[in-house]
């Protein structure tokens, strides 16, 4: 499962200090509360109550920063993966007989 994006969630970059974390959820609460705004949803709440959970601990914030990076790195190489797959499989590929004659070709140049 992908991890949420807590950074995005909140609006604040990866280097955010925990004072402007803070700052930037009380905003974004008072924006969202339902009783302050009667259009508001109340998962955009438990959104935002989730992402300062974790981001607002510093503990909590340096294990999902690892989780993170972890899930990016994942996806990378199973993308890297799949584009070597693609290619070999659009390689041009040897005959039987170029590839019988291109043995005994390198065969010779050892043997010389």
Do not use: C
């Not at 590929?93 to 043995?103: A, D, E, H, N």
């Amino acid at each position: 499962m992908a991890l949420k994006d807590f950074y995005a969630i909140l609006g604040v970059p990866r280097t955010a200090t925990q004072e402007e974390i803070r700052l930037r959820y009380r905003t974004l609460v008072r924006q969202y509360h339902p009783d302050l705004n009667k259009e508001a949803s109340d998962n955009r709440i438990k959104e935002l109550n989730e992402a300062y959970d974790t981001l607002g601990n510093e503990a909590k914030r340096a294990r999902y920063d690892i989780e993170f990076l972890e899930e990016m790195r994942y996806r990378l190489l199973r993308e890297e993966i799949r584009r070597r797959k693609e290619a070999a499989r659009n390689k041009q590929k040897m005959t039987w007989k170029q590839g019988f004659s291109g043995f005994f070709r390198e065969l010779k140049k050892e043997m010389r």
